[in-house]
């Protein structure tokens, strides 16, 4: 007898821990994408400023009506290029992309020494005949608070306003800032490294919420999950009459067989089947609606329209016979029958459940029940027989269903 997989082997099965590094991943990415732009646009400010800085330098009378102007300028520029350009090189090196953390780090701090340095020459060269170009200054220094909020997290926003805050006050000092202006510049500074904190928090809520509706596709359909999220109202429309194949499965046996497992291991046995069961229904275009321990109940065509809802429903009926060995010891019956169900989210406002209520619902369910009587592994009703497009069935000529008086004709797949 084939054994299942061991049980320890749960892919399909939600951690808190998965789905938080799930979160972790996605925010690492996006930081690495927007710090790699910021890189790229730092890089050729820099490149650009060096080329100034080392025409002003040869050319100081024409462009700032100078005599001179000392070579610290250009040289300061192209290492700051220089620098910029090796952390853009390495953003793109897979060594760069593992060590994100750090350079996250490191580049803030490169950043406000760069920028600290950059105020120094700008006063020593422009500072006594041009003052206003403190607002130059002044810009940079929001900028600078400005990029903390691409890393996504608030405590890189703080460090990059108290880095701005710092260089401002040093241009202020050395400019001879008028202080009521200097406290206004400096509210402005931090009101707008606040709000780099405010929009990190808002990505992480999002990326959070994505996370969330990935977690609950898990145990809704996908379709409730978005209305949820993006139209919760929809959740509350009636439910609509559809015609729908249903689907209905057991494993034979499974009370004795889980009289040798521990409870632990019956649920590792229970995820993982039902796990393989759910991922092949949504191959096939169905819902699942709900498992009763080792059985469950599938829909094809709600509460998403398919056309072929029989042809998919059988697809997803003869996958798990044909695959069932590969995660499960035991033998499994499967039911089909295709009729009209009421579906929609029934309950109270406090706890709502989508479902598929209708005779179809009931005679499925006897149909599967009667695999185990008739010693056949599928059962498929007239009614789902008459809509498949290929059909490669044998009849097993009409059989009595229990709570219906008329018998119903019932068919397996062909030897």
């Not at 399909?12 to 996605?26: G, N």
């Not at 600290?116 to 810009?139: C, D, E, K, Y």
């Not at 609509?240 to 009370?255: A, N, W």
């Amino acid at each position: 007898m084939p054994s299942s997989r061991p049980f320890s082997q749960l892919s399909d099965h939600p951690s808190s821990s998965s789905i938080q590094r799930a979160v972790t991943r996605v925010l690492e990415r996006e930081a690495l994408r927007n710090e790699r732009w910021v890189a790229y646009v730092r890089a050729a400010m820099l490149v650009v400023s060096a080329c100034l800085d080392t025409l002003v330098f040869f050319f100081p009378q024409t462009l700032l009506r100078q005599d001179s102007v000392p070579p610290t300028v250009a040289l300061i520029s192209w290492v700051g290029s220089i620098g910029a350009l090796t952390i853009a090189g390495l953003l793109n090196h897979r060594s760069g992309v593992r060590h994100l953390a750090r350079l996250q780090t490191v580049i803030p701090l490169f950043d406000g020494v760069l920028l600290g340095i950059f105020i120094a020459n700008i006063w020593s060269v422009l500072g006594q005949t041009q003052p206003q170009i403190i607002i130059n200054v002044t810009a940079f220094c929001c900028l600078l608070a400005l990029t903390g909020a691409i890393r996504f997290r608030r405590g890189a926003s703080a460090t990059t306003t108290v880095l701005a805050l710092a260089d401002f006050g040093y241009a202020a000092a050395l400019f001879g800032l008028n202080p009521a202006i200097a406290v206004f510049a400096g509210t402005t500074i931090t009101a707008i490294g606040a709000l780099g904190m405010l929009i990190s928090g808002l990505v992480r809520r999002q990326v959070k919420n994505e996370a969330g509706r990935a977690l609950m596709t898990r145990f809704l359909p996908e379709q409730l999950v978005d209305a949820a999220f993006d139209t919760p109202l929809a959740l509350l429309q009636q439910p609509r009459s559809c015609e729908v194949t249903v689907l209905f499965c057991d494993l034979r046996g499974f009370t004795q067989y889980s009289e040798k497992l521990s409870p632990a291991e019956v649920l590792g046995f229970l995820s993982q089947f039902q796990g393989y069961l759910s991922s092949t229904v949504e191959q096939h275009g169905g819902t699942v609606i709900s498992f009763m321990g080792d059985g469950m109940m599938a829909v094809f065509g709600a509460p998403q329209s398919l056309p072929d809802h029989a042809d998919q429903a059988l697809k997803a009926a003869q996958a798990m016979l044909h695959s069932i060995h590969q995660v499960c010891p035991l033998a499994m019956g499967v039911g089909l029958h295709t009729g009209l169900v009421v579906a929609g989210c029934l309950g109270t406002e406090g706890h709502l459940e989508f479902s598929v209520i209708g005779d179809t619902v009931n005679v499925a369910s006897r149909i599967e029940s009667l695999t185990k009587q008739m010693g056949q592994p599928l059962l498929i009703s007239a009614t789902t027989q008459q809509q498949l497009t290929k059909p490669t069935l044998r009849s097993l000529g009409p059989q009595s269903i229990r709570g219906r008086s008329a018998q119903l004709e019932l068919y397996t797949l062909a030897e």
